[in-house]
Antibody, heavy 119, light 110 residues
Framework: QVHLQQWGTGLLKPWETLSLTCAVY????????WSWVRQSPGKGLEWIGE???????HYNPSLKGRVNISEDTSKNQFSLKVNSLTAADTAVYFC?????????????WGRGTTVIVSS | QSVLTQPPSVSAAPRQKVTISCSGS????????VSWYQQYPGASPKLLIY???KRPSGIPDRFSASQSGTSATLGITGLQTGDEADYYC???????????FGTGTKVTVL
């Protein structure tokens, strides 16, 4: 059974850089789309971006320029960095596995990491 | 601001049926398969439906979905108190080159 374990800094100041990592246990790293999704307090889900060996890296255009997603295949891990943080980046950040059958869906999710941006 | 529009809330009595709509455009639903997610407060989302109408193992057949044109619909029959949650549609948007989620719908069992 695949599961995702995520960790990272939870309290940051404006203009700092958020850094989160997600480790994949119990399954293959290749052949999937490794994604980050966030949810601001009381709001809906927002896709941040994905990384895969199939089609590379894609980012949400609304965050492009501030976001970097990378992977370490030797450790079955992928990471998220978001720079120039503002209070609007306060959210729960989830890592997720995307699988493409006839379409893309996210079938395995991490437990989420709460990130608060405050001076 | 999401490109997929859902009603903010739907409600029905126990054992009744609710449907949740998800409206998009030709760049997303019109050309890509929709997935649906269930999320309880404080929890991670859970995949309910993939490829428009397929259920992952363990998802009861009370949950069904369809997709036509630029819209998709999730149906829940035999409504239970445990179905009270937020539900999101999602799909790839070829114009944005990004995955997009719907605005989310809160299901309330009366």
């Amino acid at each position: 059974q695949v599961h995702l374990q995520q960790w990272g800094t939870g309290l940051l100041k404006p203009w700092e850089t958020l850094s989160l990592t997600c480790a994949v246990y119990g399954g293959s790293f290749s052949g999937y789309y490794w994604s980050w999704v966030r949810q601001s307090p009381g709001k809906g889900l927002e896709w941040i971006g994905e990384i895969s060996h199939i089609r590379g890296i894609h980012y949400n255009p609304s965050l492009k320029g501030r976001v970097n997603i990378s992977e370490d295949t030797s450790k079955n891990q992928f990471s998220l960095k978001v720079n120039s943080l503002t209070a609007a980046d306060t959210a729960v950040y989830f890592c997720a596995r995307g699988e493409y059958v006839n379409g893309l869906s996210m079938d395995v999710w991490g437990r989420g990491t709460t990130v608060i941006v405050s001076s | 601001q999401s490109v997929l529009t859902q009603p903010p809330s739907v409600s029905a009595a126990p054992r009744q049926k609710v449907t949740i709509s998800c409206s998009g455009s030709s760049s997303n639903i019109g050309n890509n398969y929709v997935s649906w997610y269930q999320q309880y407060p404080g929890a991670s989302p859970k995949l309910l439906i993939y490829d428009s109408n397929k259920r992952p193992s363990g998802i009861p057949d009370r949950f069904s979905a369809s997709q036509s044109g630029t819209s998709a619909t999730l149906g829940i029959t035999g409504l239970q108190t445990g179905d009270e949650a937020d539900y999101y549609c999602g799909t790839w948007d070829g114009g944005l080159n990004a995955f997009v989620f719907g605005t989310g719908t809160k299901v309330t069992v009366l």
